[in-house]
């Protein structure tokens, strides 16, 4: 975390503070289990802003019930309780801070498999430079002609390594194997294609093209189960499907409206961020609920603790 994040959120009484990310807070609940609670904060070029987005950690919590909830048949996930007074309950009757509503989720603690499952659908970010220097992703050789931001012929599992300092390395399937054994990676990857396929068809009826998205895989009990944020905007890059021309930079739904104003602004893209108007935090704020609304057909309004 940065010198200039803003606080993390103050922590439960008593449950002992395993993990700061830069968008969750993790604690040990005891008995194998976990409390991740979803924070407000954005970030932008890998810079924490200092105003946190009202509902951005519900819409992530909400989502990820949401998918694991779809996607159940396909893998198992981790989720215990969402509600906060089942939360209160299973820990024993402890008061919970009032504003980890819909933000907190109970979860069974696994073994992270030490993988970065990304899909990908399109070729974008990374992934594009790669392409365009290399003419492979992933170091993976692909089909010339591709542009930024075409349609790849199939979703691709490109995994990456965890790191748990600097920057994440893509590998290829091969290196994939070599970190997790020949078993594991097979299985994640035909798990990940699966999930990416059945969330790629939802979220183009809603309108979107899930271009790429990262999953995390953990073992509970000797299966290997979804963890961590499942399809949020901040796992996946999520584009206005009226907005997608190969060879051009799509829009990103969800942060569009950041990155807009802050390429107009002169900042180095180092800490600390510039201070953002109230109409850009606003603005992000009504995409990430309409993310959640239009992909999982819910109001966010039925969601725990949710302001808007
Ligand atoms: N069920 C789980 N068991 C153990 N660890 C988990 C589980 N779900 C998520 N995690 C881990 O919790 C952390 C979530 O915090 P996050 O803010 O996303 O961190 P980061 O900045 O490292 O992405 C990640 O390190 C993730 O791997
Ligand atoms: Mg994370």
């Known amino acids: 975390m940065t010198p200039d994040a803003p606080a993390p959120a103050p922590a439960a009484p008593d449950l002992p503070r395993l993990h700061s990310g830069k968008v969750r807070e993790l604690y040990d609940a005891g008995e194998g289990r976990l409390v991740m609670v979803a924070s407000d904060r954005v970030s932008a070029f890998d810079v924490i802003m200092a105003e946190p987005i009202p509902d951005k950690g519900r819409v992530l919590t909400a989502m990820t019930c949401f998918w694991c909830e779809e996607m159940a048949d396909v893998v198992p996930g981790t989720l215990l309780?969402?509600?906060?007074?089942?939360?209160?309950?299973?820990?024993?009757?402890?008061?919970?801070?009032?504003?980890?509503?819909?933000?907190?989720?109970?979860?069974?603690?696994?073994?992270?498999?030490?993988?970065?499952?990304?899909?990908?659908?399109?070729?974008?970010?990374?992934?594009?430079?790669?392409?365009?220097?290399?003419?492979?992703?992933?170091?993976?050789?692909?089909?010339?002609?591709?542009?930024?931001?075409?349609?790849?012929?199939?979703?691709?599992?490109?995994?990456?390594?965890?790191?748990?300092?600097?920057?994440?390395?893509?590998?290829?399937?091969a290196a994939a194997v070599d970190l997790v054994g020949r078993e594991a990676a097979e299985t994640a990857r035909d798990i990940c294609l699966e999930l990416y396929r059945r969330a790629a068809a939802r979220t183009a009826a809603a309108g979107f093209v899930l271009a790429d998205t990262k999953f995390e895989l953990g073992w509970v009990d000797g299966q290997l189960c979804l963890c961590d944020e499942v399809c949020t905007p901040d796992s996946s890059r999520l584009w206005p499907a009226d907005g997608v021309v190969p060879g051009t930079t799509p829009a990103a739904f969800d942060k569009q409206p950041l990155r807009d104003w802050l390429a107009a602004q002169?900042?180095?893209?180092?800490?600390?961020?510039?201070?953002?108007?109230?109409?850009?935090?606003?603005?992000?704020?009504?995409?990430?609920?309409?993310?959640?609304?239009?992909?999982?057909?819910?109001?966010?309004a039925d969601w725990y603790g949710a302001t808007a």
């Open 81 to 173: 309780a969402a509600d906060p007074a089942a939360i209160a309950e299973a820990l024993g009757g402890r008061a919970l801070p009032a504003d980890w509503a819909g933000r907190a989720v109970l979860v069974r603690r696994a073994e992270m498999l030490q993988l970065e499952c990304i899909v990908r659908g399109y070729l974008a970010g990374q992934a594009w430079e790669e392409y365009d220097r290399a003419g492979t992703v992933h170091g993976t050789r692909m089909p010339a002609g591709l542009q930024l931001a075409s349609k790849l012929e199939k979703p691709i599992f490109t995994p990456s390594t965890k790191a748990t300092e600097g920057h994440d390395l893509n590998i290829d399937f």
């Open 266 to 300: 002169t900042w180095d893209r180092t800490p600390p961020p510039p201070p953002l108007p109230r109409e850009v935090v606003e603005a992000m704020s009504a995409r990430y609920i309409a993310a959640y609304e239009r992909v999982a057909g819910r109001a966010l």
